[in-house]
């Protein structure tokens, strides 16, 4: 948009909206003054500060998107990997697609939720085409493409039980679900792309196969013998090793990226707050047991 040519004395304010690579809205403000000085300020953080009533809903569809499709990888993950007592094994399937079910729709509500806080829609805001057009045009739209058809896999796998098991499907459905969120978000779109989204695919990996565990594990200990809970916990116990330092190292590299330098680990709040965190890992109490 141009200005004209001559412009009557006063304060004006130009304001911006853009919708990042990771598909949050980023706005601003540039105030300037014709012919006298500038005005109050809080007139320009009032009109930079714009906010849509869409954004609880995307952060709340946000929160189970990311849970679903995680305990639905994870549950795929640890039927894959772990010796699931047959007991168990029914309400663990159930679980993996009930989780993908959510999942899935979550990735639709996302286009619709996304393109409304980005257009600054009101309340009927999601049922129009600009804001379909607004999340279609970002990297949502590539995330669903990749994240639904592999939570349908999902779904369909989990569907078959564990008289169908299909490690093969499994795999493929919780691979494709975690690639999903290698396509948007801040940190896997942050150069160098490639180390980045490297990283966060370790980590939801691994962040998945913990969140998939924590039911099959508290329902073997109460329905499974002393022995066959035991050994279950014991294959478990080796395989958290790898994967708590799988997460501690992608976490880290992640972080270091987004602090942008370790001069910047102990000069700003956020890079003092990681260090306190990884201290805190580092020096965390260690139990044993003697005999």
């Known amino acids: 948009m141009s200005l004209n040519d001559e412009l009557p004395n006063g304060t004006y304010i130009a304001t911006y909206r853009v919708i990042s690579a ?32 869409w954004v609880i809903p995307v952060v709340i569809n946000r929160f189970f998107q990311y849970g679903a499709m995680l305990l639905a990888a994870g549950s795929a993950l640890f039927i894959v990997g772990m010796s699931v007592p047959a007991s168990v094994q029914p309400s663990v399937y159930k679980i993996g697609r009930t989780a993908a079910i959510v999942a899935a729709v979550t990735y639709v509500l996302a286009l619709g939720f996304g393109g409304a806080e980005m257009m600054l829609g009101g309340v009927g805001a999601i049922f129009s085409a600009d804001a379909w057009s607004q999340a279609l045009g970002s990297t949502l739209a590539p995330s669903a493409l990749i994240g639904v058809p592999g939570l349908l896999i999902l779904i369909f796998a989990f569907g078959k039980g564990p008289e169908g098991k299909s490690t093969a499907m499994l795999l493929a459905g919780s691979a494709i679900a975690v690639a999903s969120f290698l396509v948007t978000g801040h940190a896997a779109t942050a150069p ?71 001069a910047n680990m102990l000069s700003t709040d956020y890079g003092l707050r990681l260090t306190a965190k990884f201290g805190r890992v580092l020096h965390a109490p260690r139990s044993g047991c003697s005999e």
């Open 192 to 262: 160098p792309v490639w180390l980045l989204a490297t990283m966060v695919a370790v980590h939801l990996f691994c962040a998945a196969f913990w969140i998939g565990a924590l039911y099959p594990l508290a329902k073997t200990a109460q329905v499974a013998d002393v022995k066959e809970a035991g050994a279950v916990m014991t294959q478990f116990s080796k395989r958290a090793v790898w994967t708590v330092a799988a997460l501690y190292v992608s976490g880290a590299v992640i972080a270091w990226n987004q602090v942008e330098g370790p």
């Open 22 to 53: 990771d598909t949050h809205p980023v706005g601003g403000s540039v105030v300037f003054a014709v012919g006298e000085p500038i005005a109050s300020m809080d007139d320009v953080a009032a009109a930079g500060g714009e906010t849509s009533g």
